[in-house]
């Protein structure tokens, strides 16, 4: 059984730093494209990053040179460190696992999810 658990969330005030872990169990790293989406209240889940198996890392505009997506295949472990943190960061962040090599944005790309760690960023 594949199981993904975040941890890391927390409140923190604008221009802050927090690190989100993603611990992935029942299926090996390596052979998973990672990525970790945010979803607002009332709002759809939208994509932040993506790391491949090949080690290609991607990112939305919006956390571009702010956030950093990094995998330790030894450990399963999946990161996401954010920095210079702002209001409009906040939301729940989720950590996923799938196979395709298409539309990596999407959230019917992943086939596993974690149950996701609130970000909460104040001004």
């Known amino acids: 059984q594949v199981q993904l658990v975040e941890s890391g969330g927390g409140l923190v005030q604008a221009g802050g730093s927090l690190r989100l872990s993603c611990v992935v169990s029942?299926?090996?790293?390596?052979?998973?494209?990672m990525a970790w989406f945010r979803q607002a209240p009332g709002q759809e889940r939208e994509f932040v990053s993506y790391?491949?198996?090949?080690?290609?890392?991607y990112y939305t505009d919006a956390v571009k040179g702010r956030f950093t997506i990094s995998r330790d295949n030894a450990k399963n472990v999946v990161t996401l460190q954010m920095n210079s943190l702002k209001p409009e960061d906040t939301a729940v962040y989720y950590c996923?696992?799938?196979?395709?090599?298409?539309?990596?944005?999407?959230?019917?790309?992943?086939?596993?999810w974690g149950q996701g760690t609130q970000v909460t960023v104040s001004s």
């Open positions: 996923a696992a799938g196979d395709t090599a298409y539309v990596l944005t999407r959230v019917s790309s992943y086939d596993y």
């Open positions: 790391s491949l198996r090949g080690g290609t890392t």
């Open positions: 029942g299926r090996a790293l390596t052979a998973s494209n």
